[in-house]
């Protein structure tokens, strides 16, 4: 039996209590930057960064032009923050090719103006993925893998060289997870 007057409450309102420091300390004023990155930026930007700060440049104070006590002090628009993002290392020219992009999807997220460049930081987005090694035992390929690297490869003459691309092929055609068209 509960008792009279509780609530029950989530575990997200005590977590995201405790993170709002952490994320203030970054210079983010919400979480949902980075909770939600990926549905923000699309998958593929995704994979290859992240966000790391928001950079805010000092806030000026605005002169008074006059200097009544009735009158209101107008606030001077705060310029927009540069996003730093960590960038897989290999991907830093794309990130970069995407900045555009990249800001205009955070602003449109954000609701204003808030970002107006970007400042990359190459460094690996999943360390305990880039520690592991990429290649292992992995599952057979499926035939449809298969039939699209011996296609692929079929100009070559040179038996040894043409087996090793059917092997590379079939690999890369069928993905990380063995599935075709999951790379």
């Known amino acids: 039996m509960r008792a009279k007057g509780f609530k029950a409450r989530s575990l997200a309102d005590y977590v995201a209590r405790e993170l709002d420091p952490l994320i203030a300390a970054r210079g983010f004023g919400e979480a949902s930057l980075l909770l939600c990155w990926r549905e923000i930026v699309g998958a593929r930007i995704a994979r290859i960064c992240a966000p790391a700060s928001l950079q805010w440049p000092p806030q000026r104070r605005a002169k008074p032009a006059d200097p009544s006590p009735g009158k209101r002090r107008e606030?001077?628009?705060?310029?927009?923050?540069?996003?730093?993002?960590?960038?897989?290392p290999g991907f830093g020219l794309e990130a970069q090719h995407l900045a555009?992009?990249?800001?205009?999807?955070?602003?449109?997220?954000?609701?204003?103006?808030?970002?107006?460049?970007?400042?990359?930081?190459?460094?690996?987005?999943?360390?305990?993925?880039?520690?592991?090694?990429?290649?292992?035992?992995?599952?057979?390929?499926?035939?449809?893998?298969r039939a699209r690297a011996i296609a692929a490869a079929e100009g070559v003459a040179e038996e040894g060289l043409r087996d090793a691309l059917i092997r590379l092929g079939e690999r890369a055609l069928a993905g990380p997870s063995g599935a075709p068209g999951d790379a």
């Open 75 to 88: 606030k001077t628009p705060r310029e927009p923050a540069t996003l730093v993002l960590r960038v897989d």
């Open 100 to 145: 555009p992009t990249i800001i205009d999807r955070v602003n449109a997220h954000l609701g204003w103006r808030c970002v107006a460049r970007i400042a990359l930081r190459q460094e690996a987005i999943h360390p305990a993925a880039a520690s592991r090694p990429s290649l292992g035992r992995a599952s057979k390929p499926d035939a449809a893998a």
